[in-house]
């Protein structure tokens, strides 16, 4: 058991580390989905934002606005493959070659072959696509004209078409993706600031912890463990090592070892990590949201500055919330601005209750609605197989109404 030492290192914090105190929070108890995000966000303070190659931030979210540090394009290019022309027409003789980085200027009347991409020559006032020219002979010299019937219209992109120096490209409390990244990469712009991307813990429990008492839960804590990354990973919370944790000794004395990841999330032994939660100091948070399955879950601020989520242990209950929480905590920590949920329509369920939202496992059918995976009752890990998204299905939600989905990993 860790003992009084043990509990004053973890409430001192990680070596080198600063904490500043925060004024307790009041616990949400057994607090609804629909609050859950904003009680999640005035409970826990955004991390520290730090500047991160843009390519390494994937999963991470802006604490700054990402600025286009040159223009696209950087000087005037030819949109189609086609005729760099120099002067108003109404012919012009070509020149020899195809345009280059090393093609001198055009003089008036005046043109040359162009690839799509190429910068145009100095003194161009034009470029004409393939399909929009003829030849002709005038005075016994092959030229360039217009072809009958095309419109008079201009190939070139321009110099900032698409934006200029110093424009926002993505705005702060975006989530960095790949769009983000390779907008960035065509802006030049290298390194951005960032919160993330979040890091956790995982200790996995044999689901039977707490003071002695054996609840006798059927469980095996391999049907977590191996895929509980790839369900973090779609809140955008990386995880490293997973921890086996057979007894409640060794899960208190994990407490007292020094940590870097930001979250910890602890799957079983709710009861235990209750009782360590209150030894330690720790600040609870929520304690229970409204939703079935995977309502009985703890979610608190270690006096070392750490955020820790418990799940229940069975993995359906497991997986439900840490897609339903997780997502919350990431967007709390991390000050993302939450996107618009994806919502759809399930025509094979209605709610249960009146005061609990259920959380069902669903695959899209014909007509762009949604079916559950499973018979009505508790959802299995099976029922997940085939699952595409976990809808919640609001209090006293009717069949046919608009759920909120969160896709599942594939």
Known sequence: MVGVDGLQQVAAGAAGKTITAD????????????DLGPAVRRGLRPIAPATRLLSD??????????????AEPSVDTAARDGYAVSGPGPYWVVRAGRVSTTTPALAVGEAARITAGTSTPLCTTAVIRDAHVEFARVLGQA????????????????????????????SAGMRVGPAVVSVGSSARVGQASVRGPLSADVLVTSGRLGRGVNRGAQWA???????????LRAC???SGKVWPMSDGELLRSWFALPADAEVVVVVGALEEVRFLLAEIAADLLVDGV?????????????????????????????IAALMVTGRRVLEALTARDPVPPMLGRLVDRCAATADLTEVVPVGQVGGGVWRATGPVGIP???????AQALALLPPGGTRGALAELIPLPR
């Open 23 to 34: 004024p307790v929070p009041e616990c949400a108890a057994r607090i609804s989905v629909a």
């Open 236 to 238: 955008d919370i990386r």
């Open 221 to 231: 804590p391999d049907a977590v463990a191996p895929v509980i990354s790839d369900f």
């Open 290 to 318: 409204r939703m079935r399955p995977g309502g009985d879950q703890l979610l608190a601020r270690l006096p070392d500055g750490r955020t820790l989520l418990a799940v229940p242990a069975d993995p359906f209950e497991a």
């Open 380 to 386: 299995h890990l099976a029922h997940l197989v085939e």
């Open 143 to 170: 030229v360039l004209m217009r072809a009958a019937g095309a419109p008079k219209s201009d190939d070139t992109r321009v110099r900032g078409a698409q934006w200029h120096a110093g424009m926002v490209l993505a």
């Open 57 to 70: 931030a994937v999963g991470a979210t802006l604490a700054r606005p990402l600025l286009a540090q040159t």
